[in-house]
């Protein structure tokens, strides 16, 4: 079955940085467009990036461009999300899924924790 | 960006009840490949979102005939014909149509 499994979320100042992992399994990953969705404490979803399945195509939303940065490893079945320059409005569970035109499968979240 | 508003945003429903949840679009959802890349996501309480409803009206794998989404265009209806007590939680519309995908602000679905 379809595993996503989000790893190294934290703790972190304001100005910090942070890499996020997301362990796939259970699908051909290097087949899979793949992403990045917020959701801050007692908030809706935001959608933060997303990656095509050979790495070529990336978007990003404009609150996190120039900030963030999407990469996979095919390879190793993993995506990755490089979090620099953290602001407390950054401050959210991040979950990574399974996309097309729509996240079909999410893993469980990592929570991202910005403060001063 | 493409705003979704969802509506309402708190829906009390008596179990067995129907309830019904709109969602609309501040421009259209055809993509120029002729799909409507609108879906539904249920987030029940302190779980991951999971999707019930892709492409307006498609059910995914295991989701309850109860569940049903229609609409074309900007206006679009997520309903559930009898509300069960596992329905309760956050239910949001979401498109794909144009990048930045963007979500509806939830509806949360409570028992009376």
């Known amino acids: 079955q379809v595993q996503l499994v989000e790893s190294g979320g934290d703790l972190v100042k304001t100005g910090g940085s942070l890499r996020l992992s997301c362990a796939a399994s259970?699908?051909?990953?290097?087949?899979?467009?793949m992403s990045w969705i917020r959701q801050a404490p007692g908030k809706g979803l935001e959608w933060v990036s997303y990656?095509?399945?050979?790495?070529?195509?990336?978007y990003y939303s404009d609150s996190v461009k120039g900030r963030f940065t999407i990469s996979r490893d095919n390879a190793k079945n993993s995506l990755y999300l490089q979090m620099n320059s953290l602001r407390a409005e950054d401050t959210a569970v991040y979950y990574c899924?399974?996309?097309?035109?729509?996240?079909?499968?999410w893993g469980q979240g990592t929570l991202v924790t910005v403060s001063s | 960006d493409v705003v979704m508003t969802q509506s309402p945003l708190s829906l009390p429903v008596t179990l067995g009840q129907p309830a019904s949840i709109s969602c609309r679009s501040n421009?259209?959802?055809?993509?120029?490949?002729?799909?409507?890349?609108l879906n539904w996501f249920q987030q029940r309480p302190g779980q991951s979102p999971r999707r019930l409803i892709y492409?307006?009206?498609n059910r995914d794998s295991g989701v309850p005939d109860r569940f049903s989404g229609s609409g074309s265009g900007t206006d679009f209806t997520l309903k559930i014909s009898r509300v069960e007590a596992e329905d309760v939680g956050v239910y949001y519309c979401?498109?794909?149509?144009?990048?930045?995908?963007?979500f509806g602000q939830g509806t949360k679905v409570e028992i009376k």
């Open positions: 899924a399974r996309s097309g035109r729509s996240p079909d499968y």
């Open positions: 259970g699908f051909i990953f290097s087949d899979y467009y």
């Open positions: 990656i095509s399945s050979g790495g070529s195509s990336i």
């Open positions: 421009q259209s959802l055809i993509h120029s490949d002729g799909n409507t890349y």
């Open positions: 492409k307006v009206s």
């Open positions: 979401m498109q794909g149509t144009r990048w930045l995908w963007t």
